[in-house]
C-alpha cells in the first residue's frame, strides 16, 4: 500500500501549486481522500477531502474559494489545486486514504479515521 504525494515547492504570494497523490496497492475508488497539513510548531490541520466518486468535497475555511480537490480514479490519483497561496498556507502537506461507503461525508471523519498516509510534500510560501 502507498500513497506518494508530489507537487510541492517554494512559490511567492499569489502563486499556485498542484499536488498530486498517487496511490497504489489498494482499490482507490472505494476510499475517500483527504489532504492534511502541519506547519512548524502547529498540530496538523485538515486541508480538503473528496468522497469516494468525486462528487463531494468538503474544505477548511482557511482555502475555501482557493483550493480544488480532484480526482481520477482510472489513475488511482487525487490532485489537490491551490492558488492565491499565502505564506500561512506554508507546511508540509499530507494525503491520506479512509475507506468509506459510497454516499458518505468525508467531512465527518477526521484524521485518527484515515487508514493509510503519504510521506508528504513541503510547499512553501514566500510573502
Known amino acids: 500500500v502507498q500513497l506518494q504525494a508530489s507537487g510541492g515547492g517554494l512559490v511567492q504570494a499569489g502563486g499556485s501549486l498542484r499536488l498530486s497523490c498517487a496511490a497504489s496497492g489498494f482499490s482507490f475508488n472505494m476510499y475517500s481522500i483527504g489532504w492534511f497539513r502541519q506547519a512548524p510548531g502547529k498540530e496538523r490541520e485538515g486541508v480538503a477531502c473528496?468522497?469516494?466518486?468525486?462528487?463531494?468535497?468538503d474544505y477548511a475555511d482557511s482555502v475555501k474559494g482557493r483550493f480544488t480537490l480532484s480526482r481520477d480514479n482510472a489513475k488511482n490519483t487525487a490532485y489537490l489545486q491551490m492558488n492565491s497561496l499565502r505564506p500561512e498556507d506554508t507546511a508540509v502537506y499530507y494525503c491520506a486514504a479512509v475507506r468509506t461507503i459510497l454516499t458518505a461525508d468525508c467531512g465527518a471523519y477526521t484524521a485518527g479515521d484515515y487508514n493509510y498516509w503519504g510521506q508528504g510534500t513541503q510547499v512553501t510560501v514566500s510573502s
Open positions: 473528496i468522497s469516494r466518486g468525486g462528487g463531494r468535497t
